[in-house]
C-alpha cells in the first residue's frame, strides 16, 4: 500500500496560470519531497522539506508542509507545456524507504 | 558530474525466465536502493543497499534479489518471472542509509514479460 495520495489524480490548465496539487500521508515523517516524471521516464527531484519546515521555494515551485494535517501542497506558478508531467509526492518515516503517492498528472495547454 | 545511470533501458523477457538489472550511483553516493513502478501507480520500494547489504527491503518476495558491490553500483535480479513483474524499475541512490539526504533517480529500465 502506498502512504500519500494526491490529490487531484489530473490536472489540465493554461500556459502562464498557476497548478496547485495536494498530498497527504498517514503517518510520521522526516522528509517529504516532490518529484516531477515525464513519459513513464526517470524521477526528477524537484523539492524535499523537512518535517521541521512549514515552506519552502524553488523557482517557481512552492511547498508547504503542514505535519498537523499530514497534508503538503505543490504550487507551480506561471506553468508552461514543459511543466507536462506527472507529480509524485514521497514520504520516509523512521524507516527511511520513500514511500510515494499514486500522483498528479498535469497538462499544461498552449 | 554523471548522475544515476541504469542499464539496459528497455529488456524483453518470457514468463519463467530470471533478469539482471544493473544500477550506478551518482558520484559520492554510496547507497542504492531499487523501486518498482508499475503503469500508472506510483513507485513500490522493493529494497535497499548500504555498505554491500540489504539494509531494508519492501513487500516484495524473495524472487527478487540484489547485490551492492565495492564500487556501490548495483544489480537487482528477478528469478522466475511473471506477467505481473512487467514495470519500469527505477534506481535511486543518495549518501549514507539515514535518507535525511535526497534521492536520486536514474532513468529506469523498462521490462516487459511476455
Known amino acids: 500500500s502506498q502512504q500519500g495520495e494526491e490529490d487531484p489524480q489530473a490536472l489540465s490548465i493554461q500556459e502562464g496560470e498557476n497548478a496547485t496539487m495536494n498530498c497527504s500521508y498517514k503517518?510520521?515523517?522526516?522528509?517529504l519531497q516532490w518529484y516531477r516524471q515525464n513519459s513513464g521516464r526517470g524521477l526528477v527531484h524537484l523539492i524535499l522539506?523537512?518535517?521541521?519546515?512549514r515552506e519552502k521555494h524553488s523557482g517557481r515551485l512552492r511547498v508547504t508542509l503542514d505535519t498537523s494535517k499530514k497534508s503538503s501542497s505543490l504550487l507551480i506558478t506561471a506553468s508552461r507545456a514543459a511543466d507536462t508531467a506527472s507529480y509524485f509526492c514521497?514520504?520516509?518515516?523512521?524507516?527511511?524507504?520513500?514511500?510515494f503517492g499514486a500522483g498528479t498528472t498535469v497538462t499544461v495547454r498552449a | 558530474d554523471a548522475g544515476v545511470t541504469q542499464s539496459p533501458t528497455h529488456l524483453i523477457k518470457t514468463r519463467g525466465q530470471q533478469v539482471t538489472l544493473r544500477c550506478s550511483p551518482k558520484?559520492?553516493?554510496?547507497?542504492v536502493s531499487w523501486y518498482q513502478q508499475a503503469l500508472g501507480q506510483g513507485p513500490q520500494f522493493i529494497f535497499q543497499?548500504?555498505?554491500?547489504?540489504?539494509?531494508q527491503r519492501g513487500n516484495f518476495p524473495d524472487r527478487f534479489s540484489g547485490h551492492q558491490f565495492p564500487n556501490y553500483s548495483s544489480e537487482l535480479n528477478v528469478n522466475a518471472l511473471l506477467l505481473g513483474d512487467s514495470a519500469l524499475y527505477l534506481c535511486?541512490?543518495?549518501?549514507?542509509?539515514?535518507?535525511?539526504?535526497?534521492?536520486?533517480f536514474g532513468p529506469g529500465t523498462r521490462l516487459t514479460v511476455l
Open positions: 503517518t510520521s515523517i522526516n522528509n
Open positions: 514521497a514520504t520516509d518515516g523512521d524507516d527511511y524507504k520513500l514511500s
Open positions: 522539506i523537512r518535517s521541521n519546515e
Open positions: 535511486a541512490s543518495t549518501r549514507g542509509p539515514g535518507g535525511t539526504d535526497t534521492q536520486y
Open positions: 558520484s559520492g553516493h554510496d547507497t
Open positions: 543497499y548500504y555498505e554491500e547489504e540489504e539494509r
